[in-house]
């Protein structure tokens, strides 16, 4: 069984940081792309970043771009968001998703979501 | 970027009903659509990939269907367990900046 667990979400000040992290089970994780995709309280859902099965392709959201880091490690069936310079706007349940399909391209598996809020 | 729009935002519906649900992108991106379930207080589910095909899973009364810019999801006919909020998602762009539409929220009439 695919199983996709998120962690480390929690109260950061602005212009603080975080790290998500997301583990992996029931399949080769090695094999596909991973994303992260956030969704603001109330609110619709926001593709964040993508990252290649073997790190070579990485992408974000101009939201995010530059404050945001996505790595992964293949040998701890792991994905990672490092997120830097928090501001209010990026407080949100982030979920990790895995790019399913031949090529990559449907979210067919989703963790539970993490919650990261960003207040004083 | 490629902008997506659902229409409508809301509607109710009563068990039994068939639903029809729309969105548009704001340029081609052929088939390159999902469709997605989501209730409240959890994960977004794959309902229909590559526009018109159904997950492994998903019951046959949802389908899929489109191509281009217009796409359509259908419910044959409304399950308590369908009301829910369903977002449509391009996988078209390269690379993916991939975006959602704003989701349609289906509520009991």
């Known amino acids: 069984e695919v199983q996709l667990v998120e962690s480390g979400g929690g109260l950061v000040k602005p212009g603080g940081s975080l790290r ?5 089970s029931g ?14 309280p109330g609110k619709g859902l926001e593709w964040v970043s993508s990252i290649s099965s073997s790190s070579s392709y990485i992408y974000y959201a101009d939201s995010v771009k530059g404050r945001f880091t996505i790595s992964r490690d293949n040998a701890k069936n ?3 968001l490092q997120m830097n310079s928090l501001r209010a706007e990026d407080t ?3 979920y990790c998703a895995r790019g399913g399909g031949e090529q990559r391209k449907k979210l067919d598996y989703w963790g539970q ?3 990261v809020t960003v207040s004083s | 970027d490629i902008q997506m729009t659902q229409s409508p935002s809301s509607l109710s519906a009563s ?10 992108a704001s340029q081609s991106i052929s088939s390159y659509l999902n469709w997605y379930q989501q209730k409240p207080g959890k994960a977004p589910k ?11 899973g998903v019951p046959s009364r949802f389908s899929g269907s489109g191509s281009g810019t217009d796409f359509t999801l259908t419910i044959s006919s409304l399950q308590p367990e369908d009301f829910a909020t369903y977002y449509c998602q391009q996988s078209y762009s ?3 900046l991939w975006t959602f539409g704003p989701g349609t929220k289906v509520d009991i009439k």
């Open chain 2, 46 to 56: 794959l309902l229909i990939y590559a526009a018109s095909s159904l997950q492994s």
């Open chain 2, 94 to 96: 390269t690379p993916p």
């Open chain 1, 20 to 24: 998500l992290s997301c583990a992996a």
């Open chain 1, 113 to 115: 979501g993490t919650l």
């Open chain 1, 92 to 94: 949100a349940v982030y």
């Open chain 2, 15 to 24: 068990v039994g009903d068939r639903v029809t649900i729309t969105c548009r």
């Open chain 1, 78 to 80: 792991s994905l990672y």
């Open chain 1, 27 to 40: 399949f080769t994780f090695s094999s596909y792309s991973m994303n992260w995709v956030r969704q603001a």
